[in-house]
C-alpha cells in the first residue's frame, strides 16, 4: 500500500512535469498576486494612524507585469506645533482660527485638531524594449483634504553579462498642491495676528501682514493652495556577485521647488537673555522654509542567502542643500523556522544632522533669519526601529505576515543654546512610536 | 555656515564623477562576476529578489518620510502627502 502510494505521487508527478515541459499547463505567469495589509501605527498619547493598502501585480505576458495598488489613510490625533516646552501655560489657536487649546507648563505644545483621510493610488507597467532592455512606466496620486499630489515615473533597465548585471536608469516628477486649513500663513506670520489682535500687528519682523491669508472658508476647511514641484532621477546598478549574494548600488538626485514650509508648525519667540522671563514664551510665529531643496543619496542593499535563511543589509546616505546629512543602517534577517514558518528580525539605525535654519526658538527683539524653523524633523537626532515578523505560508501560496515594531527618536534635549526657563524644559522631547502590520499574500 | 555645507556639496560632486566616469571599468569588472543560469537555486527564490517586500517598504518609507528629514534612495524618493 505504502509503495503503492509513493508510484502514484510519482506517476503524478512525471506527468505535471511532462504537461509543464510540453507548456500544456494553464499558465501561472497569468495569475495576479494580492497582497493587502493593514498597519496601526500609535505614538503614545499623541497621533494614531490607520492604513490599509492592497497591493496588485498581474503578469500579462512573460515580461509585461502590471503593478497597482490601493492605499486608505486615517490620522486622528495630536502633533507637535513646533512651540517649546515652557514652565508656564500656553494658548494655541488652531488652523481654523478659532478654536484654542491650552497646555500645561512642562508639556509639549500638541495640536489634535488634525483629522485626516488620505486615498492615494498608484499604477505601473513593465514593458520590454528588446530581448534584454525593460521599460517601466508609472503614475502616482493620492488626495486629502489639505492635500494633492500627482506623479509620473518612467524607468529603463538593462541586462548585461549573461543577466548577472542591470543597469537602471530612472526619472520622475510630481505636482503637489498644499491647500492648508485656515489658509497659507506668511513665512514669520505672528500668530498672536490671526487670534485676538489682529489690529496690532506691526512691522516687527520680515512679515507685518496677518498671520494668514485670509481666505473664504469657515471652520476647518482647507483655503487657498501653494504648489510643489518635485524631480527625481535615479541611477542604478544590479550585480549578482555568486550564487548567493546581490547587490545593488543607487545614486539619486532629488530637486524639489515651491511650498515646502509646513504651514502648521509653529516657532516660539522667546524673552531675550537677561530679562526677567528669559526664554519664557512671549508669541509665536509661522515658520518659514527655503522654496527649494536638492537632496543626493548613495543606496547600496545585499542579500545573501544561507541556504534557506537570508540576510538582507542596506545602507543609505544622503544630504541636501538645507545642510541635513543622514546615515540609513537596515538589516533584516530571514530565519526558516519549521517547513511554512519565517521569523524576521529586523533592525534599523538612523542619524541625521539640523538644517542650516533649524532652531528651536526665535528671541525676541532679535532681527528675523531669512529662514527658520523648529520642527524637529529637521533637528539633528537619531533613531532606532526593532521589528519582528512571522510570517507563514499557508495552502497555495497563501502567506499571513505579521509584523510588530517600535519606533524611538531622540535629539538634545538641553542644546547649548538654550537660556533661562529654557534650560530647566526638555527641548526635543522623545518620539516613539509602536507599529503593529498584519499582512495576507494570495495569488488568483 | 559655508565649511559644513561645502562637504556634502564636494561629496555630491566627487560621488556624481565617480559614476559618470567609472561605468567602463566598473562594469568590465562586473563581467567577471556572476553565476551561470544553472546556478541560480538560490536567488530565484522569492525573498532573495530585491524589493521582495514591495508593500512592507512603501509603508516604512510612508513612515519614515513623515518622521525623518530623508526619504527615497532604495527607489524614488516617496513622498506625495501632507505628513504633518
Redesign the interface.
Same mark, same amino acid.
Given at each position: 500500500m505504502q509503495l503503492s502510494r509513493s508510484s502514484s505521487e510519482l506517476r503524478s508527478g512525471l506527468a505535471a512535469a511532462t504537461v509543464a515541459l510540453l507548456g500544456a499547463a494553464p499558465a501561472p505567469a497569468r495569475a495576479t498576486e494580492a497582497?493587502s495589509?493593514a !498597519?496601526l501605527?500609535t505614538e503614545p498619547n499623541r497621533v494614531t494612524a490607520f492604513?490599509t493598502?492592497a @497591493?496588485f501585480t498581474r503578469q500579462l505576458s512573460r515580461e509585461r507585469v502590471l503593478r497597482y &495598488?490601493f492605499t486608505l @489613510?486615517a490620522l486622528t490625533g495630536a502633533?507637535p506645533n513646533g512651540a517649546l516646552r515652557a514652565g508656564v501655560p500656553q494658548t494655541f489657536t488652531g488652523p481654523s482660527g478659532t478654536a484654542s487649546y491650552r497646555v500645561a507648563p512642562g508639556q509639549t505644545p500638541l495640536d489634535d485638531s488634525?483629522h @485626516?483621510t488620505?486615498y492615494?493610488g498608484s499604477l505601473s507597467v513593465d514593458l520590454p524594449v528588446g530581448r534584454l532592455t525593460t521599460s517601466t512606466l508609472g503614475l502616482?496620486l &493620492?488626495t486629502?483634504r489639505? %492635500?494633492f &499630489?500627482a506623479?509620473v515615473?518612467a524607468r529603463l533597465a538593462r541586462d !548585461?553579462?549573461?543577466?548577472?548585471?542591470t543597469?537602471a536608469i530612472?526619472v520622475?516628477g510630481?505636482a503637489?498642491l498644499?491647500r492648508p486649513f485656515g489658509g497659507t500663513p506668511d513665512p514669520f506670520g505672528l500668530v498672536s495676528a490671526t487670534v485676538s489682535e489682529p489690529e496690532d500687528v506691526t512691522s516687527t519682523g520680515a512679515s507685518g501682514g496677518f498671520g494668514r491669508d485670509e481666505g473664504e472658508g469657515g471652520e476647518g476647511v482647507p483655503q487657498g493652495s501653494e504648489g510643489k514641484q518635485?524631480a527625481?532621477a !535615479?541611477?542604478g546598478?544590479?550585480?549578482?556577485?555568486?550564487? &548567493?549574494t546581490?547587490l545593488?548600488l543607487?545614486? $539619486?538626485v $532629488?530637486r524639489a521647488t515651491g511650498y515646502l514650509t509646513?504651514p502648521?508648525?509653529l516657532i516660539t519667540v522667546a524673552a531675550a537673555p537677561g530679562t526677567v522671563n528669559a526664554g519664557d514664551p512671549l508669541d509665536y510665529r509661522y515658520e518659514s522654509r527655503p522654496d527649494t531643496r536638492f537632496?543626493? $543619496?548613495? %543606496?547600496a542593499?545585499s542579500?545573501h542567502?544561507f541556504g534557506r535563511d #537570508?540576510l538582507d543589509v542596506?545602507y543609505?546616505r544622503?544630504?541636501?542643500?538645507?545642510?541635513?546629512?543622514?546615515h540609513?543602517f537596515e538589516g533584516r534577517y530571514?530565519l526558516e523556522v519549521g517547513e511554512h514558518t519565517a521569523l524576521e528580525p529586523q533592525l534599523r539605525w %538612523?542619524t541625521?544632522?539640523a538644517?542650516?535654519f533649524y532652531r528651536h526658538s526665535l528671541i525676541d527683539g532679535e532681527p528675523l533669519p531669512s529662514f527658520a524653523s523648529a520642527d524637529t524633523? !529637521?533637528g539633528a537626532f537619531d533613531?532606532w526601529t526593532g521589528a519582528l515578523k512571522y510570517s507563514r505560508r499557508l495552502y497555495s501560496g497563501h502567506e499571513l505576515g505579521v509584523?510588530v515594531g517600535y %519606533?524611538v527618536?531622540s535629539g538634545d534635549s538641553s542644546p547649548p543654546d538654550a537660556f533661562g526657563s529654557q534650560v530647566s524644559q526638555d527641548l526635543f522631547p522623545r518620539?516613539t512610536?509602536v #507599529?503593529t502590520?498584519v499582512?495576507y499574500s494570495f495569488a488568483f | 555656515?559655508s565649511a559644513?555645507?561645502s562637504r556634502?556639496?564636494a561629496?555630491?560632486r566627487i560621488?556624481?564623477l565617480a559614476?559618470l566616469l567609472c561605468?567602463a571599468p566598473?562594469?568590465s569588472g562586473?563581467?567577471t562576476?556572476?553565476?551561470?543560469?544553472w546556478?541560480?537555486?538560490?536567488?530565484a527564490?522569492p525573498?532573495?529578489k530585491?524589493g521582495a517586500n514591495?508593500?512592507?517598504d512603501?509603508?516604512d518609507d510612508?513612515?519614515?518620510f513623515s518622521?525623518?528629514?530623508?526619504s527615497?534612495?532604495?527607489?524614488?524618493?516617496g513622498?506625495?502627502?501632507?505628513c504633518?
Open positions: 497582497t495589509s !498597519l501605527y492604513e493598502r @497591493d &495598488s @489613510d502633533s488634525f @485626516d488620505r492615494a502616482n &493620492s486629502e489639505d %492635500y &499630489s506623479g515615473s !548585461l553579462f549573461r543577466r548577472n548585471t543597469i530612472g520622475s510630481s503637489d498644499v518635485v527625481d !535615479l541611477f546598478i544590479t550585480q549578482v556577485l555568486n550564487r &548567493s546581490i545593488q543607487n545614486y $539619486s $532629488s509646513d502648521y508648525k537632496k543626493q $543619496s548613495l %543606496y542593499e542579500k542567502s #537570508v542596506s543609505r544622503m544630504w541636501d542643500d538645507w545642510g541635513i546629512r543622514s540609513t530571514r %538612523y541625521q544632522t538644517a542650516d524633523r !529637521l533613531a509584523r %519606533y527618536q518620539v512610536a #507599529v502590520q499582512s | 555656515m559644513p555645507r556634502p556639496r561629496l555630491g560621488a556624481l559614476l561605468p566598473v562594469l562586473c563581467a562576476l556572476g553565476v551561470e543560469a546556478d541560480r537555486d538560490q536567488l527564490r525573498e532573495m530585491l514591495a508593500t512592507e512603501a509603508i510612508h513612515i519614515y518622521k525623518e528629514a530623508s527615497g534612495g532604495r527607489g524614488f524618493g513622498g506625495g502627502c501632507g504633518n
